[in-house]
């Protein structure tokens, strides 16, 4: 894979991880409009219950005008943040990666996020050097339809997405709810540790519109 153009999103899922670990180079798309039902501002995780959306509440705009991405900015008088650190310490406190990994993922929910955009780009920067994936990448200037890239802006959609088959691993909790795919790259991380690279690397995940 040569050039791959795709989102910054809140935790990239699997399928985005493995695009990011299999590309020669990527272009973040940062020139689109807010859309909900999406990545953006949210990642599904492994829980007791079974799979839990952590969301980033966003604040909207006054006059109801449509948000560009690339200006959206979180809604903090809600204690979001703590409450997604707890989340996950709550799901993978057993998982035999969380603790080597912890102190690394912790900062991330210790400061106010003006921006979620950026917020994103740093998740995204600090995954990758945990994972091991030497990241390389260029923000578009504008917005285009159509593209000269590998186009995998589609893996934002949290709903209506194709279906991505992976080959399973074991999870926390799977005793009681089997294999949940394509959770955010977290779940990976806290389960396979250092194997993760190798795993992204294997997975198949094709350019769709």
């Not at 802006?153 to 080959?167: D, H, M, Q, T």
């Not at 799977?174 to 790259?185: C, E, I, M, T």
Request: hydrophobic share 35%; with cysteine; charged share 20%.
């Amino acid at each position: 894979m040569d050039t791959a153009l795709l989102h910054p999103t809140y935790f990239p899922s699997i399928a985005q991880m493995a695009v990011m670990a299999q590309a020669g180079q990527l272009v973040f798309e940062v020139c689109d409009n807010y859309q909900k039902q999406t990545y953006r501002n949210r990642c599904y995780v492994a829980h007791a219950h079974g799979k839990l959306s952590l969301n980033v509440p966003i604040r909207h705009s006054r006059d109801g005008t449509r948000q560009r991405t690339i200006n959206l900015q979180p809604e903090n008088d809600f204690p979001w943040i703590d409450q997604h650190w707890k989340s996950l310490q709550s799901a993978y406190r057993t998982s035999p990666y969380f603790e080597y990994y912890e102190d690394e993922l912790q900062p991330l929910f210790l400061e106010k996020v003006n921006n979620l955009l950026q917020h994103n780009l740093q998740i995204t920067k600090t995954l990758a050097e945990l994972i091991g994936i030497s990241l390389s990448y260029r923000l578009t200037e504008v917005y285009s339809q159509t593209t000269p890239y590998a186009d995998y802006r589609n893996l934002v959609r949290a709903k209506g997405a194709p279906e991505i088959r992976f080959e399973p691993y074991t999870q926390v909790f799977a005793d009681r709810h089997g294999f949940l795919p394509n959770l955010s790259v977290l779940d990976l991380l806290f389960n396979l540790g250092p194997n993760t690279l190798g795993y992204l690397k294997t997975q198949e995940v094709t350019p769709f519109t």
